[in-house]
């Protein structure tokens, strides 16, 4: 059975930094290409970074440019997204998901399995 876990999210103040993880099992990362997406209350779900399944290629949405940062250790079957200078407008659940193959794409239809999320919250 195909699972995604994300963890590492939590309540950070402005500045702070937060590094999550997505572990899979049941499958192997290494063949996948995988996505970071997130959703605040009200708002539609946005693709934040993503990688391709082995020659490292990324993306990062304008807002998180500089300042986040997407890597894979496929040894250990997980992805990270270290976040460091966060802003309050971070404030999201953080969900990764994974697609066959080796390309990433940034729309979330894209995409055919997800974990259940990890809410980032950035306040004083």
């Known amino acids: 059975q195909v699972q995604l876990v994300e963890s590492g999210g939590g309540l950070v103040q402005p500045g702070g930094s937060l590094r999550l993880s997505c572990a899979a099992s049941?499958?192997?990362?290494?063949?996948?290409?995988i996505g970071w997406f997130r959703q605040a209350p009200g708002k539609e779900r946005e693709g934040v970074s993503c990688?391709?399944?082995?020659?490292?290629?990324?993306y990062y949405t304008d807002s998180v440019k500089g300042r986040f940062t997407i890597s894979r250790d496929n040894a250990k079957n997980t992805v990270y997204l270290q976040m460091n200078s966060l802003k309050p407008e971070d404030t999201a659940v953080y969900y990764c998901?994974?697609?066959?193959?080796?390309?990433?794409?940034?729309?979330?239809?894209?995409?055919?399995?997800w974990g259940q999320g990890t809410q980032v919250t950035v306040s004083s």
């Open positions: 998901a994974a697609r066959v193959g080796a390309n990433y794409r940034t729309a979330a239809d894209d995409y055919d399995s």
């Open positions: 049941g499958f192997i990362l290494e063949h996948y290409a």
């Open positions: 990688i391709s399944s082995t020659e490292g290629s990324t």
